[in-house]
């Protein structure tokens, strides 16, 4: 299988850091042009799923703008310019929790259009989080941080209280590598 090519690409909105969109012309692997592919740049992000040294899984309960309703959420935040994302998962569970963690999962990186761009996704699991400073995020929403069990996580991904897929995703992987990890599954 062959890659589309893109050969141009125009900006048609520049909204900031935190929306840009582009119109790309690209070329087909069989050679077809298509002259107006729209292409929206967001900034590549991270999300945590913390797990304390009591088994305690941290989760906030907020509110989103593009969410209805109260939901549960894991960590996460923007990865800042040139900032390698693991550190970005770091300063944002220490931001948001005023927690650090040991042991480090990473569960991968993930387009979230595979069509229209958006930003790289890039999932941990943070194992082994102790307290060690009172929080200092600049988050806009209100939230609540959560100690929650593993049976209380699990019930809630089940119940759809993790409102958002990205959040969805990081909770499962976090749960699947843990039932794998238990299993004796490399």
């Known amino acids: 299988m062959q890659p589309w090519k893109t050969r141009s690409r125009t ?29 929206v740049i967001t900034p590549d ?59 480090w999962i990473d569960l991968g990186s993930y387009r979230v259009c595979g069509n229209r761009g958006f930003a790289m996704a890039y999932l941990y699991l943070a194992r082994e989080a102790r307290y060690v400073t009172e929080p200092d995020a600049d988050d806009l929403e209100e939230q609540k941080l959560l100690r929650l069990s593993r049976s209380e996580v699990e019930a809630a991904l089940e119940a759809a209280e993790f409102k958002a897929l990205p959040w969805v995703t990081v909770v499962a992987l976090a749960l699947h590598f843990m039932r794998e990890r238990a299993a004796g599954t490399p």
Not at 18 to 24: D, F, G, K, P
Not at 50 to 57: G, H, L, Q, S
Not at 62 to 85: F, R
């Open 11 to 39: 900006r048609i909105l520049n909204h900031g850091p935190y929306l840009t969109v582009e119109n790309h012309t690209v070329e087909l692997p069989d050679g077809r042009i298509i002259s107006e592919w729209p292409w």
């Open 45 to 103: 992000y991270v999300n945590v799923l913390a797990v304390t040294e009591r088994d305690e899984f941290l989760c906030f309960r907020q509110v989103k703008y593009g969410v209805e309703g109260a939901s549960l959420a894991p960590v996460g935040g923007y990865i800042e310019p040139d900032e390698d994302p693991l550190d970005a998962a770091k300063r944002e569970l220490m931001e948001e929790t005023g927690y650090e963690a040991s042991d």
